[in-house]
């Protein structure tokens, strides 16, 4: 028996094209930064080279996945719009490998990058088109997977990397409160609530913290930061 879906969603109207053609860019952007830190993140971590070379390829084809996604909705996605959406993100990841704050490094892409990823992805499946949730899908598997190998190292080395998670945190957790505002209206064209992301970056990035050792309070207090501005 067929059944009849009725989505209010309109995949080619304009409205819906044009506020593709800037998140299609983030998570494209996103991704391509994603596999250019995880091959710094192989320098600075010799013991782990191939595991991170092998997630830095993983985000390479998430790259090309996305890149079909938009190209499918005949949508050209606004690069010069997600270089400038992640550009602060980036300069931090940068400083800090340039002066080897492997902490703070991983803090940024693989608990913060990773868990906005996981949460977008989650709240954008029931909502895409079906090209983009068959390859959303596929590319939210591959993310806890990148964000476990941040916990797993982070938890070995906790005591250690105790203070710098905390001061990385308190640099950049507010960055991702603003990133959210800034992608509000669009996700909102593309069925995305901000509240929902919200929600689901906090249980994520909560769920990661707690794994790494932070206790109940410690996570309470950092998820907090910057979190009045938003
Ligand atoms: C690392 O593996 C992935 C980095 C991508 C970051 C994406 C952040 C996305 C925020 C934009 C919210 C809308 C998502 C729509 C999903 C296609
Ligand atoms: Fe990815
Ligand atoms: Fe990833």
Redesign the pocket.
């Known amino acids: 028996m067929q059944q009849l879906e009725i989505s209010p969603i309109d995949f080619q109207s304009e409205a819906y094209k044009d506020a593709y053609s800037r ?2 860019a ?2 494209i952007e ?2 391509l ?2 596999n250019q830190n995880y091959q710094t993140l192989a320098e600075l971590l010799p013991d782990d080279q191939e595991q991170l070379l092998s997630l830095a390829k993983m ?1 390479n084809r ?1 790259m090309k996945g ?1 890149q079909a ?1 938009g190209r499918n909705l005949n949508v050209t996605p606004d690069m010069d719009f997600a270089r400038r959406f992640f550009a602060d993100l980036h300069r931090n990841f940068q400083e800090a490998a340039a002066a080897g704050r492997i902490v703070t490094c991983l803090l940024i892409q693989s608990l913060i ?2 868990c ?2 996981i949460s ?2 989650n ?2 499946i029931p909502v ?1 088109d079906d090209f ?1 949730r068959k390859i ?1 899908e596929g590319v939210v598997k591959d ?1 806890y997977t ?1 964000l476990n190998f941040g916990e797993e190292w982070l938890k070995a080395n906790f005591e250690a990397s105790k203070a710098e998670l905390e001061e990385a945190n308190k640099q950049n957790l507010p960055l991702v409160w603003r ?1 959210l505002n800034e ?1 509000e209206a669009d ?1 909102k064209v ?1 069925g ?1 609530e901000k509240e929902a ?1 919200v929600e689901d970056f906090m249980i994520s990035y909560g769920e990661a913290l707690s794994n790494i050792g932070f206790s109940a309070r410690d996570i309470m207090r950092m998820s907090a930061h910057g979190l009045a501005a938003a």
Do not use: P, Q, R, S
């Open positions: 998140i299609n983030i998570v996103g991704e930064e994603a985000e998430h996305f996604c990058i990773e906005f990823a977008a992805y709240i954008y895409a983009a959303t993310e990148h990133m992608v996700a593309l995305m992301l």
